[in-house]
C-alpha cells in the first residue's frame, strides 16, 4: 500500500481488521478514512449495496482491499450474511466504521413540518441511526479483545440548519444511540464514539438544497478560516480507531475547524 499524501505511512492499524461501512464514491468521508487506516497497516471488509458494487470494488482494490460484503442495512437477511462471512473469513474483529445516512431529497428542502412524512421519517431513523444499532450488536460479538467504533454526524443534530431537516433529527438519535452504545460495551472494552465533521464535497452534502451555501458559511464563520478537510476528519478517527484513543468513549468529536463554537461570526475583520 503506497502512502498518499495527507495520509502519513505507519504501524498504527497493524494487526488490526475492521469493517467499513459507507463508502459510496472518492468524496465518501468512509473513502477517506480507509485510506488514512490503510495507510497504517489495517486490514479492512468494505460492505456495499447491490447498485454500488460498481463503484465500491474498484476503490477498495486500488489501497489492497479485496474482502467486500454486500449488507443493505434495512434488510435482516443480507445484514446476518456479511457478519457471517466476516466470522467465517477473521473470526473476530477490531474495529468499526459506519458512515451511512439516506433520506428522501425532497425532505432536505424548505419546512421540516410541511415536507417530512411519516414513511420517511421511518425510512431516515432506520437508515440512519438504528442501522448504527444493529452494526453495533453485530460487530461487537466479534469483537472479542475489545475493539473500537466510530459512526459519522453532523452539527444539524445540535442546531437547526436550513434544509437538514428530517436528517438533523436522525442525526441527534445517532448521537444519543451512540451513548448508550458505549454504555453497554464499555465493559467489554468496546470504545465507542461520533465524529461531527463539518461541511464537505460529499454526496450527501450534494443532496442539500444550499449545501454550497453551508460549505461557504463554514469556511467563513470558522475559527480556522478554512474548509474541513478529509484528513482531519481521517485523523480523528485513525485517533478514535487506533490505541491511541484509549480512554475515549462516548464523545462526539467535532472537526469542523472550529465551526461548532461560534455564537455569532466576526464581523470585522478580525481586528481589535
Excluded at 238 to 246: E, K, P, Q, V
Aim: hydrophobic content about 45%; aromatic content about 6%.
Amino acid at each position: 500500500m503506497s502512502e498518499e499524501a495527507g495520509f502519513p505511512k505507519g504501524d498504527l492499524m497493524k494487526g488490526k481488521r475492521g469493517l467499513v461501512m459507507g463508502v459510496a464514491n472518492k468524496n465518501s468521508i468512509a473513502w477517506g478514512i480507509a485510506r488514512q487506516l490503510a495507510a497504517q497497516g489495517a486490514d479492512m471488509a468494505f460492505s456495499y449495496i447491490a447498485p454500488m458494487e460498481g463503484r465500491v470494488r474498484p476503490l477498495a482494490e486500488s489501497i489492497g482491499v479485496d474482502f467486500l460484503v454486500k449488507a443493505d442495512v434495512m434488510s435482516d437477511e443480507e445484514m446476518e450474511a456479511a457478519f457471517a462471512e466476516i466470522e467465517n473469513k477473521w473470526g473476530a474483529l477490531d474495529f468499526l466504521v459506519h458512515a451511512i445516512a439516506f433520506t428522501d431529497k425532497e425532505a432536505l428542502k424548505g419546512s421540516f413540518v410541511e415536507n417530512t412524512t411519516r414513511q420517511n421519517f421511518k425510512d431516515t431513523m432506520d437508515v440512519s441511526a438504528f442501522s448504527f444499532v444493529d452494526a453495533a450488536r453485530r460487530a461487537s460479538r466479534l469483537m472479542k479483545a475489545g475493539g473500537s467504533m466510530v459512526t459519522l454526524t453532523y452539527l444539524g443534530s445540535e442546531r437547526v440548519v436550513p434544509n437538514y431537516n428530517v436528517m438533523g433529527v436522525a442525526k441527534a438519535a445517532l448521537e444519543a444511540s451512540m451513548r448508550y452504545i458505549a454504555r453497554d460495551l464499555g465493559p467489554k472494552g468496546i470504545r465507542v464514539n461520533a465524529i461531527s465533521a463539518g461541511p464537505m464535497k460529499t454526496l450527501a452534502m450534494a443532496g442539500i438544497t444550499g449545501g454550497r451555501q453551508l460549505m461557504s458559511t463554514g469556511r467563513d464563520w470558522s475559527l480556522l478560516k478554512e474548509d474541513t478537510s478529509m484528513e482531519g476528519v481521517a485523523g480523528a478517527a485513525l485517533y478514535l480507531l487506533s490505541d491511541l484513543g484509549r480512554s475515549c468513549t462516548g464523545e462526539t468529536l467535532h472537526v469542523d475547524a472550529g465551526f461548532h463554537v461560534v455564537a455569532v461570526p466576526d464581523m470585522s475583520g478580525g481586528e481589535a
